[in-house]
């Protein structure tokens, strides 16, 4: 993982998400949160293994995201070309695939449906949702390695 | 609502860059092809709802809820 991010402890990101974090551009707004456009990458763990999703315009608004390999081997889904051209990909090898992680006490589950996925040159993302592949919204999550 | 009817092959606008052509009519099920621009988002209703709800879960954990997924993580490298 080559994305420019810094570590910081959990509890600072509440209050100073991103000083210095590349912006990252939403093509298409999240569903349920049109108005954030802007989004920073902080990193949680320093294995690189979860990240926050972080509002510029409002640093309370985060989500956890996972990059998939370490706990979803098999998950290897095709992007439509179709999202290349939203965030201006030129080399598909630059895209980065991120899930959404719901976080719960008890069960944390990652949304393999609608992975987001990021251009590191254009630092665009958009969340695709991967019409007719049947995955599902929420993944029980277990690191497999 | 507005309410029209389509025969298979005709098509309704929506706007200048939106359109939705009725391909089949079979009993109960349409077969609609749609065509509209790449920044306009085109999905089953049911698949978005349930996206959007399951966004709004997602947002913002509790700090709790938070340092439960760094344990699970973590438990799983010592268990490596």
């Known amino acids: 993982m080559t994305t420019r991010t810094a570590s910081r402890p959990i509890e600072d990101t509440m209050i100073d998400p991103s000083l210095g974090l590349p912006t990252i551009t939403m093509a298409v707004p999240m569903p349920g949160f049109p108005a954030h456009r802007e989004f920073v990458l902080v990193r949680l763990n320093d294995d690189g293994l979860l990240y926050a999703f972080t509002s510029v315009e409002d640093p309370e608004l985060r989500f956890l995201v996972a990059p998939p390999e370490p706990f979803f081997p098999e998950y290897a889904p095709e992007i439509d070309e179709s999202v290349f051209a939203a965030l201006n990909t030129k080399d598909p090898d630059r895209l980065l695939l991120m899930v959404v992680i719901t976080a719960g006490v008890n069960e944390t589950t990652a949304n393999l449906l609608a992975p987001i996925v990021l251009d590191r040159d254009s630092m665009r993302a958009q969340q695709v949702v991967l019409s007719g592949s049947g995955l599902p919204v929420r993944a029980i999550m277990n690191r497999t390695y | ?80």
């Not at chain 2, 065509?35 to 509790?62: F, M």
């Open chain 2, 1 to 80: 609502m507005l309410v029209l009817t389509r025969r298979a092959g005709e098509s309704v606008m929506i706007g200048d860059n939106v359109t939705i052509t009725v391909l089949e009519a079979r009993g109960d099920v349409i077969r609609l092809g749609i065509q509209a621009p790449r920044d306009v988002q085109v999905h089953r209703e049911e698949v978005y709802r349930e996206l959007q709800a399951a966004n709004r879960e997602a947002a913002s954990p509790t700090e709790d809820a938070v340092q439960a997924v760094t344990k699970m993580l973590r438990s799983a490298e010592e268990s490596d």
